[in-house]
């Protein structure tokens, strides 16, 4: 049984910085997508970032393209979301989530498509205001 288990979220000012951590439990995701989606409060999920474990290629949505860096870190069993010069606009909740991934296709659709992944986490909440 893989579970996903997000941390990071703060209450932070406009152009502050935060990093989201989403650590997995039970074991390893070699072959698997992973994905980062956000929810604000009356909005529809958005995809902000993907990342194949095997390829380690980023993916980025254009709201979040050069402050938001996706990373992987296999001795801590965690994937990472670097955020820098937050806005109001990337207040949320935050979700990583997972997908079998074999041929690296289901990583495509990371941004698009978030609701195509299977093991989600509980979320962690990034609140941006002065």
């Known amino acids: 049984q893989v579970q996903l288990v997000e941390s990071g979220g703060d209450l932070v000012q406009p152009g502050g910085s935060l990093r989201l951590a989403c650590t997995v439990r039970?074991?390893?995701?070699?072959?698997?997508?992973i994905g980062w989606s956000r929810q604000a409060p009356g909005k529809e999920r958005e995809g902000v970032s993907g990342i194949h474990i095997g390829v380690k290629s980023p993916f980025y949505s254009e709201s979040v393209k050069g402050r938001f860096t996706i990373s992987v870190d296999r001795e801590k069993n965690t994937i990472y979301l670097q955020m820098n010069s937050l806005q109001s606009e990337d207040t949320g909740r935050y979700y990583c989530a997972a997908r079998w991934d074999p041929h690296q296709t289901a990583v495509l659709y990371s941004l698009v498509a978030p609701q195509l992944f299977d093991i989600w986490g509980q979320g962690t909440l990034v609140t941006v205001s002065s």
């Open positions: 039970g074991r390893w995701l070699d072959h698997y997508a």
